[in-house]
């Protein structure tokens, strides 16, 4: 089983900066990928990043000049920059990893979400 923790959303104006953090932790299982989706009201949930073990990152070609995706394999957190932030991206964001063993395989483990809201 692995536990997934995110934290560091809040309320923000317009133009604000965000970071949120996402601690993942588990018994004799690897960590693979680390990502982020949102979620805004009546809305489906979309990927907004990816970051693989060796630091490749994918994020969502829209959020590309606001949002950066790091981690820090050693602390099994992946972290979510948001810069320049705007009232569409008020959702709550979702932090997933994949983890598992070879001989078990992988799944994926989803956190509790943690609201953003871009206010003035």
């Known amino acids: 089983q692995v536990e997934v923790v995110e934290s560091g959303g809040g309320l923000v104006q317009p133009g604000g900066s965000l970071r949120l953090s996402c601690a993942a932790s588990g018994t004799r299982v690897r960590i693979q990928n680390m990502g982020w989706y949102r979620q805004a009201p009546g809305k489906q949930r979309d990927l907004v990043a990816f970051?693989?073990?060796?630091?490749?990152?994918n994020v969502a070609e829209s959020l590309r000049t606001r949002f950066f995706i790091t981690r820090d394999n050693a602390k099994n957190t992946v972290y979510l920059q948001m810069n320049n932030l705007k009232p569409e991206d008020t959702a709550v964001y979702f932090c997933v990893v994949y983890a598992g063993t070879s001989r078990s395989g992988f799944s994926e483990y989803w956190g509790q979400g943690t609201q953003v809201t871009v206010s003035s």
């Open positions: 970051i693989a073990p060796a630091g490749g990152t």
